[in-house]
């Protein structure tokens, strides 16, 4: 890996004439919620192991005899005649692997800056291992292939490729995706939340989580149904970036949510709908959107030393099992003899794994041109 070097004014401008801000400008703050509800895994340090394995005791069939009475005057036989069954144990393991990346600097950013900038560096480093990590939580999400629907003009006909997906995310979708989850047993992640006597809020049933894309969540907010986080954040936990709930699913938005541009070519669109990110076209070809409904356990998480922590993650928050490293201009030893070169870098393990794909749905749709 080659090491690109930021020294100069070229690339971090140093004050001239005017007073530098003390910080620098932060990059927008993305939601990064495919941590939310996972199970997180540990991997100890020194095991000498590099995966880790999930556990999972299925449910033992339901009993419909009832047991009978022991005869009296008989010499009970060993269990007293009752017989037992033998779990069915499924093993999920997951190889861990290493990712990382860093800034290369030299003495020139805190002789020609103010101190503040290697401070920066850094958190534009701890947004990058944060986007980093649930970019590739992302990626286990959009890899399942058991419950996937593809919505069609017409919901009684459902599409099966990309090519044909013809419509936004629907009511009749998300009652789907839900109903499949409830036919597997998948287990909520939230109760009912029966709300209060304050003026404005509403009732929310048990329900399962859903991540959209940002453009989607439009769509969502205009379901018959639909009930924003503000009729009832107040007196249930909510988490961040969290902006409603309908159909017995509680929603997230991200602008990382996968996009598939110009994949459907779908003739029978009505409506306008987005194409390549952009607004106001009826064109055949159109973006389609992944969106995720999921249970609790349905997918874990692995961390180096430490678990992962369950909530959505927000760039600049520090991400459990991330390090942050920083090696100043003079440590090196006789690699940097005049003590010019530095380094900042980030480093992290990290592994996922869908435990369970049929408490998973991915639905592919298009979403509305506003």
Request: aromatic content about 8%.
């Amino acid at each position: 890996m080659a090491l690109l070097q930021s020294n100069f004014a070229s690339t971090v401008p140093g004050p001239v004439n005017f007073v530098l801000m003390e910080q620098l400008l932060s990059a927008a703050r993305k939601r990064l919620p495919f941590f939310n509800g996972t199970l997180p895994g540990q991997l100890s340090t020194g095991k000498g192991a590099g995966s880790v394995k999930w556990r999972r005791i299925e449910n033992l069939a339901a009993v419909t005899s009832a047991l009978t009475e022991s005869t009296e005057g008989t010499t009970p036989a060993f269990g007293n005649g009752r017989s037992t069954v033998r779990p069915t144990i499924t093993d999920q393991t997951v190889a861990i692997a290493k990712f990382g990346n860093g800034i290369s600097t030299t003495e020139e950013i805190d002789l020609f800056n103010v101190n503040s900038n290697s401070l920066s560096l850094m958190d534009t480093l701890g947004a990058n291992a944060g986007e980093s990590l649930n970019t590739l939580m992302r990626n286990i999400f959009d890899a399942t292939t058991v419950l996937v629907r593809y919505g069609t003009q017409d919901a009684a006909v459902l599409a099966t490729t990309l090519s044909s997906v013809a419509k936004s995310i629907s009511l009749n979708d998300i009652q789907w995706s839900v109903n499949q989850l409830n036919r597997n047993s998948a287990m909520r992640f939230t109760p009912s939340a029966f709300g209060s006597t304050n003026i404005g809020t509403a009732p929310v049933r048990q329900s399962y989580y859903g991540i959209c894309h940002v453009d989607v969540e439009e769509d969502i907010r205009g379901l018959s149904g639909f009930i924003p986080v503000e009729q009832y954040g107040g007196y249930t936990e909510t988490e961040p970036g969290e902006f409603g709930a309908v159909g017995g699913v509680r929603w997230c938005s991200t602008e990382i949510a996968p996009i598939l541009t110009g994949q459907s070519t779908e003739s029978a669109v009505s409506g306008q709908f987005r194409n390549t990110g952009s607004a106001g076209t009826t064109t055949v070809q159109h973006d389609v959107y992944a969106t995720y409904i999921y249970g609790r356990e349905a997918v874990g998480t692995v961390g180096l030393g430490e678990q992962h922590a369950k909530e959505i993650y927000m760039m600049y928050d520090r991400v459990p099992t991330v390090e942050i490293i920083q090696h100043k201009p003079g440590s090196s030893g006789i690699a940097d003899p005049f003590n010019e070169n530095g380094t900042l870098v980030w480093k992290a393990w990290f592994a996922g794994k869908r435990l369970n794909e049929n408490w998973l749905v991915r639905i592919m749709t298009l979403a509305k041109a506003y």
